[in-house]
């Protein structure tokens, strides 16, 4: 079926215009973590009109998904979370080109990701080594960065905060990041931008949290109108930057 598509951005252009969506349409924006924050992100850059997206997760839709992230739904469970992502991308915008990839970024990884040929890296990983990881090796290419801190035990949307890495306040996961920086003497090449929140919301059920699970502590919990924030106000600072710019 033949879509017409030339009325998608209609309202983004009257908002942002025609320069600003044309850069969009040529922006090429790499997601790592199609989780809670980041499927929401890739979400709003596609309605946003952005040309170009690549989404890395190496996971697959699991119950547990289902109260926070977009892609997951009764019907896509156990389905690769960025197969179902690029799916609905595409539905979005048929014009999109979409790359998924399933694997994630580590030290053994890395270098299967050629970051400079992307505008902007997203990071919305969860994993503390590997995403001290990729905020060095991105803050070292020519693409920009995002970066989500820690979404879980949120509840007030009014606290969601965004500011550069070393100006967050209150939140767990950046003091680590911070502490891992210093402990091994290799820091960020330059400055980037965080979505973060300084409220830290306990479990409820805060017995059962400290059992573990095959080696692994139980999450943390979360609540699907937090994620989501984190991840629309980690495409907001890329639409807007790529809007303000001057050549």
């Not at 891992?180 to 290799?186: C, H, K, V």
């Not at 400055?191 to 409820?204: G, I, L």
């Not at 059962?208 to 991840?231: D, H, L, M, Q």
Request: glycine share 8%; hydrophobic share 45%.
């Amino acid at each position: 079926m033949n879509t017409d598509t030339s009325q998608y951005f209609d309202r983004t252009e009257l908002l942002l215009g025609q320069t600003a969506l044309e850069r969009l349409g040529r922006l090429r924006v790499i997601v790592f973590g199609i989780g809670g924050v980041g499927s929401w992100c890739a979400g709003a850059l596609a309605r946003s009109g952005v040309g170009h997206i690549t989404l890395v997760d190496s996971d697959i839709v699991a119950p547990g998904n289902i109260n926070r992230q977009l892609i997951a739904t009764s019907e896509t469970i156990g389905r690769p979370k960025v197969d179902v992502a690029a799916e609905r991308l595409r539905s979005i915008n048929p014009d999109i080109d979409v790359r998924p990839v399933h694997g994630i970024y580590t030290a053994d990884t890395a270098a299967d990701f050629d970051l400079e040929a992307y505008d902007w890296v997203v990071d919305a990983i969860d994993s503390v080594a590997d995403k001290a990881l990729l905020i060095c090796n991105a803050t070292a290419s020519s693409a920009r960065l995002v970066s989500s801190m820690g979404a879980a035990c949120k509840t007030d949307l009014t606290q969601i905060r965004i500011a550069e890495f070393w100006k967050v306040e209150g939140d767990p996961l950046a003091r680590a990041l911070r502490q891992r920086f210093r402990r091994s003497g290799i820091f960020p090449k330059r400055k980037f931008s965080c979505a973060y929140s300084p409220q830290q919301v306990p479990n409820v059920r805060l017995a059962e949290s400290e059992v573990t699970v095959n080696g692994a502590k139980r999450p943390n919990g979360t609540v699907v109108f937090a994620t989501a924030a984190f991840g629309l106000a980690l495409a907001g600072v890329i639409v807007n930057a790529v809007a303000s710019a001057t050549v």
